[in-house]
């Protein structure tokens, strides 16, 4: 079992930045790989970013260039750095393991970008 809790939500100005952090009940390394969604209301989650072990980053489009996955494996935990922000990144953000077909999940972090 791994459990994994966010934390460094919360509400910022358009064009502004974010780290969310997610840390991991077990070595982060053992996981493998791990991953972002987020879910906005009335919209599907959707994977934002992806790291595997090898450092090995996706992104998806409307992210890329803005948003940035890494990990720190001596600290079980990964990280989202979110610069440039938008009202569309509003949404409720969850650090996942493994990140294509997710079998632990976050309660999830509450992202709000006011224009």
């Known amino acids: 079992q791994v459990q994994l809790e966010e934390s460094g939500g919360g509400l910022v100005q358009a064009g502004g930045s974010l780290r969310l952090s997610c840390a991991a009940s077990?070595?982060?390394?053992?996981?493998?790989?791990m991953g972002w969604y987020r879910q906005a209301p009335g919209k599907e989650r959707e994977l934002v970013a992806a790291i595997n072990g090898g450092g090995t980053t996706h992104y998806t489009d409307s992210v890329k260039g803005r948003f940035t996955i890494s990990r720190d494996n001596a600290k079980n935990k990964v990280y989202l750095q979110m610069n440039s922000l938008k009202p569309e990144d509003t949404a409720t953000y969850y650090c996942v393991a493994p990140p294509l077909k997710p079998s632990y999940w976050g309660q999830g972090t509450q992202v709000t970008v006011s224009s």
């Open positions: 077990r070595s982060v390394f053992s996981i493998n790989a």
